[in-house]
């Protein structure tokens, strides 16, 4: 003889009444969380002093709206493909 399978409502509380009687001494430490967090491998490299973004006052129109000329400062591409 097969029972009905328990309905989501019924099964959330069976497992809500298990969670609630957990007890301390059930859990075990984790030695991979208790660990010390060891030093990062790698430095940040940081941007040169001198290097120091210009903003140019240069507009283009597009599509009969002004806009910002975008323009790619040689320097923050190549930093940018080391991060």
């Known amino acids: ?30 030695p991979i969380a208790t660990r010390q967090p060891s030093a990062p491998s790698r430095r940040k490299r940081r941007r040169p002093p001198q290097h120091i973004y210009k903003q140019y006052d ?16 040689k320097v923050c591409a190549l930093l940018r493909g080391e991060r």
């Open 58 to 73: 240069d507009w283009v129109t597009v599509s009969g709206v002004q806009k910002w000329r975008e323009r790619a400062c």
């Open 1 to 30: 003889m097969r029972t009905a399978p328990m309905s989501p409502a019924a099964w959330t509380t069976v497992l809500h009444n298990q969670l609630l009687q957990l007890k301390l001494e059930d859990f075990e430490l984790d």
